[in-house]
Nanobody, 123 residues
């Protein structure tokens, strides 16, 4: 059974930093695409960044330069380092996995999802 468990969320002031983690189990993590997504209240879920099975990363939307995705295959863990956080970054953050090396374009094509971790940024 596949499990994705996010952690590291919390409340910070504008300009602060957080590091999210996603512990994966139950499938071949090392060769799979992984991604971070977020959903704010009354908004659609959007992509933050993803990393494919060989470590190539892709930043989505407007988070380029502030957020960095990485993975530790020895620990089966995905990370998201978030710097210079803004109130607009307030959302539930989810990690997701695709059981293939290449990351899909559409977030609907990811196979597994975690329960999410809340990030709240105050001004």
């Amino acid at each position: 059974q596949v499990h994705l468990v996010e952690s590291g969320g919390g409340s910070v002031q504008s300009g602060g930093s957080l590091r999210l983690s996603c512990a994966a189990s139950g499938y071949n993590y090392n060769s799979s695409c992984m991604g971070w997504f977020r959903q704010a209240p009354d908004k659609e879920r959007e992509g933050v960044a993803d990393i494919d099975g060989v470590g190539r990363t892709r930043d989505r939307w407007s988070m380029k330069g502030r957020f960095t995705i990485s993975r530790d295959n020895a620990k089966n863990t995905l990370y998201l380092q978030m710097n210079n956080l803004k109130p607009d970054d307030t959302a539930m953050y989810y990690c997701a996995a695709k059981r293939q090396r290449v990351c899909p374009i559409s977030i609907r094509d990811f196979d597994y999802w975690g329960q999410g971790t809340q990030v709240t940024v105050s001004s």
